[in-house]
């Protein structure tokens, strides 16, 4: 793994996961760095449930070909919706993106606290459907409310993940979505 993939600080690593397309190549480059994150699915945004359960069971395929343990986050759509409530009408990567995010990073930030993980990462940063600078700040404020979880804000575009990303969709033959999840999202994109 290069230094641009470099963990910021000692500890098991988490890995918020969105979908199985945005998370494909940062497991890859992980791996090939020797890094053996656990995947965090924490996605209350996505409908419908059926939409869901087709996005984590290929997050779950591709990670079984990796050997890294899955855990599923619970799925509570009405905790999102109060988390989001008056951004329903805000465009994408407005206000309501950060709120989501703020909500999905603090359940993860959460999980890592108590099951003993030192940094967290998420493959929202992977999406160019997302403002980089908006999961930053949610994942650094998610952190900041655990103290001993270190956030890494790494920007997972870079150094060729993007084009891998797409190599490993089709090498995959990956169910891609073509919107964010939520209902507001969709065909928006």
């Given amino acids: 793994m290069t230094d641009k993939f470099k963990k910021p600080s000692e500890g098991k690593l988490l890995l918020h996961v969105c979908c199985a397309p945005c998370s494909g190549a940062i497991i ?12 965090f ?8 449930r059926e939409e869901y359960e087709l996005r984590l069971a290929e997050c779950r395929r591709y990670c079984l070909k990796y050997g890294l343990e899955v855990v599923e ?14 951004f329903e009408k805000e465009p994408e990567r407005g206000a309501r993106c950060l709120r989501c995010f ?33 999961v930053d700040r949610a994942g650094a404020f998610a ?3 655990f103290p001993g979880v270190a956030w890494w804000g790494q920007n997972w575009r870079v150094c ?17 979505q073509n919107f964010c999840g939520c209902e507001f999202s969709k065909n928006k994109l």
Avoid at 41 to 48: D, G, L, T
Avoid at 121 to 133: H, I, M, Q, V, Y
Avoid at 160 to 169: A, F
């Fill in 73 to 86: 986050d619970s799925y509570d759509h009405a905790a999102w919706l109060q988390a989001v409530k008056g």
């Fill in 28 to 39: 890859e480059a992980l791996d090939a760095g020797g890094e053996k994150p656990v995947v």
């Fill in 102 to 134: 703020a909500y999905r990073l603090e359940r993860a930030a959460r999980y890592a606290r108590e099951n003993g993980f030192g940094v967290l990462t998420t493959s929202l940063a992977s999406s160019r459907w997302k403002d980089l600078e908006q």
């Fill in 160 to 176: 060729g993940l993007q084009e891998r990303r797409n190599e490993i969709i089709k090498e995959q033959n990956f169910y891609n």
């Fill in 143 to 145: 952190c900041s409310l």
């Fill in 41 to 48: 699915f924490s996605n209350s945004n996505i409908v419908p």
